[in-house]
């Protein structure tokens, strides 16, 4: 089945630490996004990807970096720089551009103790 | 102002009710127009896709855009307790040189038995 797979789904981390997060899709899709999601919010555009080797800052990327050395993956590292990192992380991807019509993972809960 | 505003509940309803869901935006830029679907601790999930004014039906959902309002709505009949969840509107046009998608920030619905 085609979809996408992030991991892990839960996340516990002290203070200081980077951690990573996966996102692999199956879907040949070009662009690929991390949204953050926090109660009472909107989902947030943290960082994109419209192409391999390509990627642009979303609204809220101060404290994260990406990379997308392969079309299936982009992987979302959340640093110590980040002020407040314990949220709801979703990946999605689409066929292109950003008409909106996406594919959400199932998400990954970042704790940070 | 936000750019999408959208009453985040929660909403709660008998079993049959005809639920109604909206939200209301502010950039005319704004041309697709969607509602997701999110169950707990999952990602979202596209529910109905729309272009322009009017309506669009399918199956028990009925999605109404009023661009010269601003407007939309996404009209749920003989709601069952499956369709508890989060309700999240979204919208996409060009506006600032970029392609840009937007969320609300989501109502969440409970349909009881």
């Known amino acids: 089945d085609g979809g996408i797979t992030q991991s892990p789904k839960y996340l516990f981390r002290k203070e200081g630490q980077n951690v990573t997060l996966s996102c692999e899709q199956n879907?040949?899709?070009?662009?690929m996004y991390w949204y953050r999601q926090d109660p009472g919010q909107g989902l947030r555009l943290i960082y994109y990807?419209?192409?391999?080797?390509?990627?642009q800052k979303g609204d809220i990327a101060e404290g994260y970096s990406v990379s997308r050395e392969k079309k299936e993956s982009f992987p979302l590292t959340v640093t110590s720089a980040q002020k407040n990192p314990t949220a709801f992380y979703l990946c999605a991807s689409s066929i292109r551009g950003t008409t909106g019509e996406l594919f959400f993972g199932e998400g990954s809960r970042l704790t940070v103790l | 102002q936000k750019e999408v505003e959208q009453d985040p509940g929660p909403l709660s309803v008998p079993e049959g009710a005809i639920v109604s869901l909206n939200c209301t935006y502010s950039?005319?830029?704004?041309?697709?127009f969607m509602w997701y679907r999110q169950y707990s601790r999952k990602g979202p999930e596209l529910l109905m896709y729309?272009?322009?004014?009017g309506n669009k039906e399918d199956g028990r959902f009925t999605a109404q855009v009023d661009k010269s309002s601003k407007y939309i709505s996404l009209f749920i009949r003989d709601s069952q307790p499956s369709d508890s969840a989060t309700y999240l509107c979204a919208m996409s046009g060009f506006s600032g040189g970029y392609n840009k998608l937007i969320f609300g920030a989501g109502t969440r619905l409970a349909v009881h038995p």
């Open positions: 879907l040949n899709h070009d662009a």
């Open positions: 950039n005319s830029a704004f041309q697709y």
């Open positions: 990807s419209q192409i391999v080797n390509d990627f």
């Open positions: 729309t272009y322009s004014s």
